[in-house]
């Protein structure tokens, strides 16, 4: 439907002035290839530090949908990055690059929208250096779910526009420094004295023969002062859960073959959808059968989703950094199915027997509903993410760039039992304190 | 679809032969009209006891759907009652009237099956006298809800076909017993001998012009044993919900609009149905403003209800004798979101506002959904049932025959508290009793 | 310990000057019988309306304890009082009295404290009007607990000191047009204009041969402007507890013999107190074994309670007009004990049998520890109150003048809506609206 | 109080006959030291496999009190250690040598009780390779307490007596097969033909000059079949809390200041005890200022403990294998204080502020009161114990060995899964099945 308006496509677009030029959609796969940031461990402190081997250059900058003024920020933060950090390349949804790339100076990137529903875009995982979110929790979890068959997400740096949601960390109006901190977290050797106005912004890299887009950027590129070796983007590495439905025939459903299983960061959900009975589902632990639930549906939940859907349905909050899955029902059909929580590397199967009388069921991963008819006979086959590797490195996950700077917790607040307090109004006092009572 | 071959319509049926004659469909129109028991309230007891004026005749019996072998015991069950009790008249569905009616030896009656879906049958409320089910609570809440539009419900004798439901009380191998106890309560100056090898049972009464069917048959006429004034069957009054469904503009969506509100038995729910995302509804309780609920749905139930959807939602076990309404949000996004038990007569408003986002919800009655597109601006109205008229009188509700004759009462099970031990295992303790570990 | 300073006791206060007379403490013996009013229901109301038949003279008033600058308030309070309405006379609480009569410029009447402690002072519940009180729920369930061996409560005005209650309506700075509204409710006749300056507002009754304090005070005594026969003062009548606690012997243990039955207002609970093991408690509901509770304890609420400790442990909120007692688990071990709504009419008994190991159990009235050794054996027996009399009189209960006026409900909060959203926080909304993050 | 008769006391008692000799009460501090056992973890399994370097050879044996009965399964159980398994030393409580050292023809070993309630025995850590346990959960907890000052924690055997708790693995009927496996776990050498009535089974070990007692027993010493060096016992091993309570000025109350915090099994809880008021409790997570709780009091449990009282309070079911710690609420005052799970290393405190009433509160270890007064100003402060050392060895924690052997998992039920459902009834399915309704 959307025509993606690539360089490689449509070469002549190169034959224009340089103002036109600007004004291009090109292909990521034109891009070179991602910048890997390492993961550090400080004892002092259960978050990570984010290490950049050299600065991040390809930024995917996803936008809530429906909301007005919103693209509006969009232009405005990329035109910040790319006047900014000259070597940066920005990269858009789709339907964004048609709605912006006229009103931009600088070429944007994107990406063919893939064929089949739950397949993730091609060449998008492997050009993606970082990734910012404008919007809400939907909008990181659709972010997150472009990347939902990758073993390794870029840092998300999130921003909220309007109400603060408990994924996200930044309010929008703070992006310079948000990204400042990001962008030069870990780099060790030079900094860019970035905001100098003697500096020579480059609005756009030259497209000499031997590109600089080809070789890695170094922080001693950058002029500028220090920011100290210390001062690095905290990450909350978010282990997601591996994800496959599979028909009664033992296909696969929620995805292509060869793409395997699907990484969700809240939940996968089995739930009665618009049949008005109950569902009767049953669960395997470990490869042993726990119990069959009759219910409205039931949840299994990583930490990350233990404030979302499973917290509706009366499950623990559970910390994003307990490696754990939460087994939580959806209104059961009996009164001891309390909400259990698991170790992250235990497979949970959940099937759907032949006692069920509906034809089809809902089966949704975080919010997302997969669209093929799933019935009597299906299987949801879900396992943690294990993100530490054999050698002790942090790997997978989703790396989400939280509030504060290592090296400074003292002056700062706890994101998470923040979190809880302002957003979640978790143990909201009695009384009349705010009342006009 | 079906056919109803009525008397009226076919009169040629009425010239076969008496065995023919009997292999008949008859319309429900041709029926005496109901006779009215009345409910009295002894000092020491909470159930009530019902008292015929005259014997019940129209006896209406429902089925389970798909359910072998339930067709046998349906013609079983009316056989006997045409046998025994000669005055009786059969009702059944329409589709158990097509099933059954050339496998038994007497008239079955029955009514058209309405055109719009949430319509209640023409004239089955002014003719049935007594209802009969076999089956599950789910069959209970069909047989109710033919009687959704009207305000008197004749009394319901429920059997178990299988696993003992909440709302069911009998085996069904226990129908002769519990009929005739039924059938003789509160007459209070002769019995029928019923079980008498010498009486006459007239397998069907004769056509004469003066047709007894017209006028009330009486006590005295059946000629039998004494059982005792105070043996009178025992009724519970369920109050139900009177529920009106509006749409943006205004007008009914539940029913025709000449029908007016429909009567719920456990509860109507509002929910997201097939959509994958939250509904924001407000609610408003007594004409004011209570709450936004933000949830997957809430429920509004009778006490009845309370065991039922109410309950897997985390609502509290309301005795079907507290007169009051039940507020049970499902799935909500809120920590704070406790069920309400709130006055019967509390008129209570949900309302679908603008915020939503998906176009179409679920809004079910009794597990039954109405099918109209049902959207943003629509409102779900609800009223508890008032079972005691100004004069003290007790109307309206669904007139349950529960378990145990009332006189006898300490010879039996308080039914509610049986049915929390036995059936939803209510505080059952911890422990190995019954493992074989 | 304190010693009542009665005028019967020491009558040469009397031959003071009449400076020095008024600073004495009298006994409630000496007041006039109580003026009992009527509770009217309007149809369209639910809340009842007050009705004198003459103004209320004997006016009970309470504070909270240990709380500074509580008795300036009670000096202002019942000095407002004894100013503008000459015919009022002003009861206090014992240790009151010791405060504040030496700070008065009219006589305070009290009472002797009972010696048996759950006992109930003499005359109160035949000389109090009206009962006002300065501070919390605590203050409320404690002026309720002086009337738990009476049949009849005076209505009941309460005032916040700092943070309002649940059970409490009015602030403190409302007192003046608050106490009007309730002095004059349901006056048809005639209506003093109260804060005219002409009018001579007697400090003090003349004590004269033939008293006035021995007849009735007519409205029409008192002149000034009309209020309006419909303005009347809105009661919600919470109906109680009678509750029995009795010894293994059968002898009773929360009061004398003589007084019978003691009345709660929130609740009765049997708890584990100072044991740190669980309690084994047999609950028998309709004089029928329903479960073994093996739990913390077993809280038996009202529906007023059911804001209380009711809630903390899990159960629903329930409006105060559903006439039912709550069952409600304290910490049960088992999975499946949800919490129960019963009809008000059930007796409950809870027993705690011989398999407790400890000795003691803690068994407490709305807060307040019943002191005697309690231990295996003993049983607490409770029933809800009846508020409404053969005749359909209102009776009992605790009346709670709520805020408002009848006549004007429509600009006027629905109180208790407005409790659960202002004061419990219920269903509060996610998000940060109110956090500065 | 009690007379411990010790060897080393009485030496006389070395004079008497070979029978007499055997009659006696030894002080564990005569026993040769601990055999520790290593844990190792197969790739295929969770659970570990329990290695011993040599047989164990001091086994402590406890019971639960006041129970008819167990001490002659005491005397059966520890007959048949002593005799099929010569090298075996007995150890049991003080209160358990005196019932049962003149009944039994070998030594029995104990321990003098400490003075302060809350100290651990003298020795007791360093002498025992391997407990086992008599009776139910409660048992299990008082044995690890006797060890609640220790880091290595040795091998639990636990044996149910009547009904089996959720902590305990074996009837007591299983015990020569159950203690044989564990006796015989992952010895790799050489086995005893244990059953083989030929072998020699000296009753006693010889008192030689050089002791067998000092060097330890090896695999080979015994003569018999092998088991297969797969055959391992497996082990749970359940990581505890550090507890440390501390006064407003600062010093430890729950143990004397040298033995530095206290180890709990399940939780540590602080609760209102005895007074019927509300407690204020502040909580810090992570050294930051999470919430202020106002209930009836605060747990924070292990994931051992999220089936015990946090349960009951509402708290999810946590695998006792996810490294984390329960926050559960007891009674909150607030709709909105949803339990919570957090990292095991996160230390949390909690303190009781000045706003609390009631001079004294509960604060229970493991169901154990705390006795010293505590009050306002006192603080609980929790750590997870880390059961993984730097070099990726097992350490720490409560070894507990469950049912089912290494190697042979197929055969075998998940012990835990098989917890939730014959024990706590998780899940139970409504309907009649089990009644005979
Ligand atoms: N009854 C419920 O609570 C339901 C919850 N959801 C949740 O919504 C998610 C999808 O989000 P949208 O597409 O925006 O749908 P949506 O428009 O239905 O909004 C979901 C809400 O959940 C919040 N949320 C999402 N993830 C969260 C997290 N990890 N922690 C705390 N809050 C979180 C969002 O801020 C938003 O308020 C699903 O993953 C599921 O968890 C979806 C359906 C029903
Ligand atoms: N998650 C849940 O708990 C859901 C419950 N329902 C309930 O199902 C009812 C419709 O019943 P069916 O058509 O048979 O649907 P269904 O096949 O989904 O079964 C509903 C179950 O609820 C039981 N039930 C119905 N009314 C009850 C009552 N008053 N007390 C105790 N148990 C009761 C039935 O025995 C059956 O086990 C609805 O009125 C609604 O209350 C419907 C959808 C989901
Ligand atoms: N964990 C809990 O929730 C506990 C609650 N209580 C409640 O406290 C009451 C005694 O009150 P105090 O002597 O002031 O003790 P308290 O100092 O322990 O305070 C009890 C709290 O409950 C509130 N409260 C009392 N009655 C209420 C009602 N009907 N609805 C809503 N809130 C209410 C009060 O405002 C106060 O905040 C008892 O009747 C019991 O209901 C008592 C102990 C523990
Ligand atoms: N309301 C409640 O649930 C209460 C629970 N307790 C629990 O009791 C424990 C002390 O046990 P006892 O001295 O025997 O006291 P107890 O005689 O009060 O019994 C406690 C019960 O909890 C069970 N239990 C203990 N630990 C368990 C675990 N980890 N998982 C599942 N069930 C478990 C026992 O089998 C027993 O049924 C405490 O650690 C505390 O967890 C203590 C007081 C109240």
Redesign the pocket.
């Known amino acids: 439907m959307r025509l993606l308006v690539s360089c490689r496509i449509l070469p002549w677009r190169r034959d224009f002035s340089s103002t036109a030029r600007r004004r291009v959609i090109r292909d990521i796969s034109e891009l070179p290839d991602r910048v890997r940031p390492s993961y550090v461990q400080r004892p002092t402190n259960t978050l990570l530090s984010l290490q950049w081997p050299s600065p991040p250059r390809n930024i995917l900058i996803t936008k809530k949908k429906r909301t007005p003024g919103i693209t509006n920020s969009l232009i405005e933060y990329s035109t910040h990055l790319s006047t900014t950090y000259p070597s940066i390349n920005v990269i858009v949804e789709p339907e964004s690059a048609d709605e912006i790339h006229e009103r931009v100076s600088f070429p944007v990137y994107t990406y063919q929208r893939p064929e089949h529903g739950n397949a993730s875009p091609e060449h998008l995982s492997d050009k993606t250096d970082l990734v910012c979110t404008l919007g809400g929790d939907g909008t990181i979890l659709r972010a997150s779910s472009l990347f939902s068959h990758a073993t390794s997400v870029p840092p998300i740096l999130s921003f909220a526009m309007g109400t603060i949601g408990f994924l996200g960390e930044w309010k929008f109006k703070e992006y310079k420094r948000a990204f400042r901190e990001v962008y030069m977290s870990g780099a060790s050797d030079a900094y860019a004295k970035l905001e100098d106005p003697e500096v020579d912004h480059r609005s756009f890299p030259p497209a000499s023969p031997d590109d600089p887009l080809d070789k890695p950027l170094s922080y001693a590129d950058i002029r500028g002062k220090t920011m100290g070796a210390n001062r690095t983007a905290r990450i909350l590495l978010r282990n997601r859960l591996k994800v496959g439905v599979f028909g009664p025939d033992g296909s696969r459903m929620n995805s292509l073959p060869e793409s395997g299983d699907t990484y969700a960061l809240n939940e996968v959900i089995i739930h009665?959808g618009s049949s008005?009975?109950?569902k009767i589902i049953d669960v395997f632990v470990g490869g042993r059968f726990l119990t069959e639930a009759v219910?409205?549906g039931v949840i299994i939940s990583s930490p990350t989703g233990s404030t979302a859907y499973s917290l509706s349905s009366g499950g623990s909050i559970v910390h994003p950094l307990v490696p754990s899955l939460l087994l939580t029902p959806i209104?059961p059909?009996s009164l001891s199915f309390r909400p259990l929580v698991l170790p992250a590397e235990t497979p949970i199967t959940l099937r759907l027997g032949e006692k069920n009388r509906g034809r089809e069921v809902e089966v949704s991963i975080d919010g997302k509903r997969i669209s093929e008819k799933i019935g009597v006979g299906m299987e949801v086959r879900v396992l943690g993410e294990n993100v530490k590797s054999e050698d002790g490195e942090w790997c997978g996950g989703v790396p989400s760039i939280v509030r504060g700077v290592n090296g400074l917790e003292d002056k700062e607040d706890d994101h998470w039992v923040g979190g809880l307090n302002a957003l979640l109004k978790f143990n909201y006092p009695f009384g009349d304190q705010d009342s006009g009572h």
């Open positions: 009665r008005p009975h109950l219910a409205d209104c059909r």
